[in-house]
């Protein structure tokens, strides 16, 4: 993805994808002061945003992806993704007696530790030199 290192690929998309249904999702709960409506109808155009990305990840994954280093990562995340998306599929089916604010505030923290966990799994797949750079990975 950096300029110079290696051509664009899929999973360049996919993360660009993701990052603009993060940003999304923290706007929708930025505006649910303002319209709770819009809240809803911005929460779920992210979740649908994040889709293909996910098709692709459970595509790569079905084809056997690992990582060189720390595969539990992977691991975790893939279990986090999971419980995102049924939790995501709940709110965006209007299963109205989940629809309340703990359950909410569950779905963004599992969003973000997926995430976060997300962009480690990227970085270890083709910049596992960033975190050499901070001795992360000195003792694998
Ligand atoms: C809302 C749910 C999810 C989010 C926000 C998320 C986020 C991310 C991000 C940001 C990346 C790095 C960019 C990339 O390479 O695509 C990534 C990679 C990956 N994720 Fe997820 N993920 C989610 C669900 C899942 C699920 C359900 C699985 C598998 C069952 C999965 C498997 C993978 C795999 C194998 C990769 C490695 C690289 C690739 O396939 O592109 N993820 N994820």
New binding site residues.
């Given amino acids: 993805m950096f300029p110079g290192s290696r051509p664009f690929m899929?999973?360049d998309l996919?993360?660009l994808i993701?990052?603009s249904?993060?940003f999304l999702l923290i706007y929708a709960v930025y505006r649910r002061r303002k319209s709770i409506a819009s809240h809803g109808k911005i929460a779920s155009v992210a979740f649908y945003l994040?889709l293909p990305?996910?098709f692709?990840?459970?595509y790569?994954?079905a084809q056997g992806?690992t990582l060189p280093y720390y595969n539990w990562i992977?691991s975790f995340?893939?279990l986090l993704?999971?419980m995102?998306?049924i939790t995501?599929i709940i709110f965006v089916t209007n299963q109205w007696k989940w629809k309340i604010k703990k359950y909410m505030d569950l779905e963004i923290l599992l969003?973000t530790g997926?995430?976060l966990l997300?962009?480690t799994?990227?970085i270890l797949?083709f910049y596992p030199v960033l975190l050499e750079s901070v001795s992360l990975l000195r003792f694998v």
């Fill in positions: 899929l999973s996919s993360l993701q990052i249904a993060f994040v990305a996910i692709y990840m459970v790569n994954r992806l992977l995340h893939m993704g999971i995102t998306i995501g969003w997926t995430f997300g962009i799994v990227y797949l």
